[in-house]
C-alpha cells in the first residue's frame, strides 16, 4: 500500500509560480503511474496531468500546457508540479494520485487511480 502526501500549496497572485510536491511512504513512485488532478470549488475533481512509470508525461490538460510541468526525483521518491503564470482559474485543491495499471485513457479519470493524497490548496488572487 502506497501512502500519498502533498505538499506546497498557498497563495500565489496572477502570473505568479508554486511547486507542489506528492511523496509516495511505503512504496516507489517507480513502480507506479502518477497523475495530478485538481478539485475547484463547486465543480468536479479534473485530470491535470500525468507520468508513466518510465518519467514519460502521458496526458495533459490542454489549458495548463505550456505553464504546468511534472517531474519526478526517484532519490527522494517524489513528484512535483511546478506551476507557472498562474491564472485565477487554476484556483483549487490539488491532489496526486497512483495506479500501478497503465493509463490507457487519452483523458485519465479519476476511476484509473487507486491511491490519493489528502489535496493541497492552491489559491490564486488576480
Known amino acids: 500500500q502506497v501512502t500519498l502526501v502533498e505538499s506546497g500549496g498557498g497563495l500565489a497572485q496572477a502570473g505568479g509560480s508554486l511547486r507542489l510536491s506528492c511523496e509516495a511512504f511505503?512504496?516507489?513512485?517507480?513502480?507506479?503511474?502518477v497523475a495530478w488532478f485538481r478539485q475547484a470549488p463547486g465543480q468536479e475533481r479534473e485530470f491535470v496531468v500525468a507520468?508513466?512509470?518510465?518519467?514519460?508525461?502521458?496526458a495533459t490538460l490542454d489549458s495548463v500546457k505550456g505553464r504546468f510541468t511534472m517531474s519526478r526525483n526517484s532519490a527522494l521518491n517524489t513528484v512535483f508540479l511546478q506551476m507557472n503564470n498562474l491564472k485565477p482559474e487554476d484556483t483549487a485543491v490539488y491532489y496526486c494520485a497512483a495506479t500501478q495499471q497503465n493509463i490507457r485513457r487519452a483523458t485519465p479519470s479519476l476511476d484509473d487511480f487507486r491511491h490519493w493524497g489528502q489535496g493541497t490548496q492552491v489559491t490564486v488572487s488576480s
Open positions: 507520468m508513466d512509470k518510465s518519467g514519460s508525461i502521458v
Open positions: 511505503g512504496r516507489t513512485f517507480i513502480n507506479y503511474n
